[in-house]
C-alpha cells in the first residue's frame, strides 16, 4: 500500500465525517439507538403443477433495532418473514474484539454424515458468526457516523474516482482480516458518504418452491415434485461475480449528525433489499448486559415444526 494513496484516504475520511457533522459533534455521541422496517425482494419460480411454472418475486417484511454503546459495542437485532414456515429473530452482537450471534445456529458439519458434529465444526460455525457481526456492524458504523470497529480494524487506501451512475464519487479501499473487502464511495462535491461496494464470487443457486394449490393425486404431486427439481437442475449456475452496493440516503439532523434514514441494498443493479428508520436517538441509556458474552451454542437440531 503506497503511503499517499494511505495519507489520501485519511484526508477524505475526515472529510467525509465533517460532511455529517464534525468531530466536535461526533465525539459527543455515546450511544445510537435506532429501529426501522425493511422489505426484502425475494425472486423466485413457482412451480404449480408437471406443466405450469411462474417466476414471481415477493416482498418479505421485517424490522431492526440497533444499540451502539460507542467506541465498541454494537447490536444489532433482525426480525423478518422467509416465503414459507415461522418467522425468524437473531440478533448479532460484537463487544471489543469478541463476537456472536443470537441465538446461535446448531455447528455446520464438515463430515459426510452431516449428523456428526466435532470440535472442529463447532469453532469453525462460531467463528463464521462472529466475523458476521463483525462485518454488518462494520457496514453500519461507516455508513453513520464513518467510524471503524476497534475490535476489527481496516486498513485504507484511495483507489481515485469513481462514476456511479450518474453520480461522481471518490473510491476508498477497505481491507481487514479473514478477506473483507470493500469500497467507500464518497460524493466528489460534499464529501458525504454514498455508499458501500462490496464485490465477491458466489454460487448463488435460484429458489424453486412448489406451489400446487387444492388437493391432488399422489401422482399429480409426484410429478409436481419432479419438475421442480428439473427446474433447480437447469437454473444452476457455478459461482458467478456479484457486486452488492450499500447506498446511505435521507439524511437528516438528529442532534447535529447527518443520519441516513433510507439503506438501500442492490445485488448487480436489482434491489434486493430497503430499509427505513423510523427513528434514531443519540445518547440514550442501552443494557450493557446485552453485551456480556455468547449464549452456549444448541448441540441438537432444532424440533421439526408441527403443522
Known amino acids: 500500500m503506497l503511503q499517499n494513496e494511505t495519507v489520501r484516504a485519511k484526508e477524505l475520511i475526515k472529510l467525509a465525517r465533517a460532511a455529517i457533522g464534525g468531530d466536535e459533534v461526533l465525539s459527543k455521541i455515546q450511544t445510537i439507538t435506532a429501529k426501522g422496517k425493511y422489505n426484502r425482494f425475494v425472486k423466485y419460480l413457482s412451480v404449480q403443477s408437471p406443466k405450469k411454472v411462474e417466476e414471481k418475486q415477493k416482498a418479505l417484511p421485517g424490522k431492526m433495532k440497533f444499540e451502539f454503546a460507542l467506541p465498541d459495542k454494537f447490536r444489532r437485532r433482525v426480525t423478518g418473514a422467509r416465503l414459507r ?34 470440535v472442529g465444526d463447532v469453532e469453525r460455525t462460531a467463528f463464521i458468526q462472529a466475523t458476521s457481526a463483525k462485518q454488518e456492524s462494520s457496514y453500519l ?22 462514476q456511479l451512475g450518474a453520480e461522481k464519487t471518490h473510491a476508498i479501499i477497505a481491507e481487514g482480516t479473514s478477506g473483507f473487502r470493500f469500497t467507500l464511495l464518497l460524493d466528489t462535491k460534499t464529501y458525504a458518504l454514498v455508499a458501500l ?38 437454473r444452476a449456475k ?64 432444532p424440533p421439526e415444526p408441527k403443522d
Do not use: C, H
Open 238 to 301: 457455478p459461482p458467478q461475480p456479484y457486486e452488492m452496493l450499500i447506498r446511505f440516503s435521507d439524511r437528516r439532523s438528529v442532534n447535529g449528525a447527518m443520519l441516513p434514514f433510507r439503506i438501500t441494498t442492490t445485488l448487480n443493479g436489482e434491489v434486493v433489499e430497503e430499509m427505513t428508520m423510523s427513528e434514531f436517538e443519540i445518547n440514550r441509556r442501552v443494557n450493557l448486559k446485552k453485551f456480556a458474552g455468547p449464549p452456549e451454542p444448541p448441540s441438537e437440531p
Open 197 to 234: 461496494a462490496i464485490s465477491f464470487v458466489e454460487e448463488i443457486q435460484p429458489v424453486v418452491l412448489v406451489e400446487a394449490a387444492g388437493f391432488f393425486s399422489r401422482k399429480f404431486m409426484q410429478e409436481t415434485f419432479a419438475r421442480a427439481r428439473a427446474e433447480r437442475k437447469a
Open 141 to 162: 458504523s461507516i455508513g453513520w457516523l464513518m467510524l471503524t470497529l476497534p475490535g476489527y480494524p481496516l486498513e485504507m487506501s484511495y483507489l481515485g474516482p469513481y
Open 85 to 118: 414456515g415461522f418467522d425468524y429473530s437473531f440478533a448479532q452482537v460484537v463487544s471489543g474484539a469478541e463476537a456472536w450471534r443470537d441465538p446461535p445456529l446448531r455447528p455446520m458439519s464438515s463430515n459426510r454424515d452431516r449428523r456428526l458434529i466435532d
